[in-house]
């Protein structure tokens, strides 16, 4: 795995709740502006040297923790916002598995299926998507599941903020995945 894969610092808000990926960069300016609240993740990332102080003869330091949470009020409101719809983030919430069959699959050979038919006025949400096989998908065909005597085995669920940044797929590392994954709600597919 590239290094620069796990170089993104989770930035939260000062209740914790998941704002967006920034760079060191980015953290290391919040540092520098005093904006960062508290820190959490095993070990820093990565300790950033500055300039040397004149009047003390040290060089300074910054150490990026891989997650970190801002001062002032929360940009994101946890309950307002839905997660944005991505096929990936599909077949990862449905844990690559056809609603209909019940085998898993490799995502190449899985589709995006609409409960209630595209041609019907089924949209393109959280809930009305599940994961399909091609074969399940094609015998259902434009039909709603109970017309295609095809009961779903699990139900579609939007996902929460801290389920949202899992299903991302990026190369997080390992404190901060299980700092995600130790937020997810009861239930969740992801945990």
Same mark, same amino acid.
């Given at each position: 795995?590239?290094?620069?894969?796990?170089?993104?610092?989770?930035?939260?808000?000062?209740?914790?709740?998941?704002?967006?990926?920034?760079?060191?960069?980015?953290?290391?300016? =919040?540092?520098?502006?005093?904006?960062?609240?508290?820190?959490?993740?095993?070990?820093? +990332? $990565? &300790?950033?040297? @500055?300039?040397? !102080?004149?009047?003390?003869?040290?060089?300074?330091?910054?150490?990026?923790?891989?997650?970190?949470?801002?001062?002032?009020?929360?940009?994101?409101?946890?309950?307002?916002?839905?997660?944005?719809?991505?096929?990936?983030?599909?077949?990862?919430?449905?844990?690559?598995?056809?609603?209909?069959?019940?085998?898993?699959?490799?995502?190449?050979?899985?589709?995006?299926? =609409?409960?209630?038919?595209?041609?019907?006025?089924?949209?393109?949400?959280?809930?009305? +998507? $599940? &994961?399909?096989? @091609?074969?399940? !998908?094609?015998?259902?065909?434009?039909?709603?599941?109970?017309?295609?005597?095809?009961?779903?085995?699990?139900?579609?669920?939007?996902?929460?903020?801290?389920?949202?940044?899992?299903?991302?797929?990026?190369?997080?590392?390992?404190?901060?995945?299980?700092?995600?994954?130790?937020?997810?709600?009861?239930?969740?597919?992801?945990?």
């Amino acid at each position: 795995m590239h290094q620069h894969a796990l170089q993104h610092v989770l930035q939260l808000d000062i209740q914790g709740t998941p704002q967006r990926w920034i760079t060191l960069e980015q953290a290391a300016l =919040h540092y520098a502006t005093d904006t960062v609240a508290w820190i959490d993740g095993d070990r820093p +990332l $990565v &300790t950033l040297r @500055g300039g040397t !102080n004149a009047a003390s003869g040290r060089q300074s330091l910054i150490e990026v923790h891989p997650i970190i949470a801002l001062r002032g009020a929360p940009r994101i409101n946890l309950f307002d916002v839905t997660p944005s719809m991505a096929k990936l983030k599909l077949f990862r919430r449905d844990r690559h598995t056809c609603a209909y069959c019940g085998q898993r699959f490799h995502e190449r050979d899985l589709q995006c299926e =609409h409960i209630v038919p595209e041609s019907r006025g089924g949209g393109w949400t959280w809930m009305n +998507l $599940v &994961t399909a096989c @091609g074969a399940c !998908n094609g015998r259902k065909a434009a039909r709603t599941p109970e017309e295609a005597g095809m009961p779903l085995l699990y139900l579609p669920y939007v996902p929460s903020r801290f389920e949202d940044f899992l299903l991302e797929g990026r190369h997080i590392r390992a404190d901060v995945h299980e700092w995600l994954a130790s937020r997810l709600p009861k239930g969740s597919r992801l945990s």
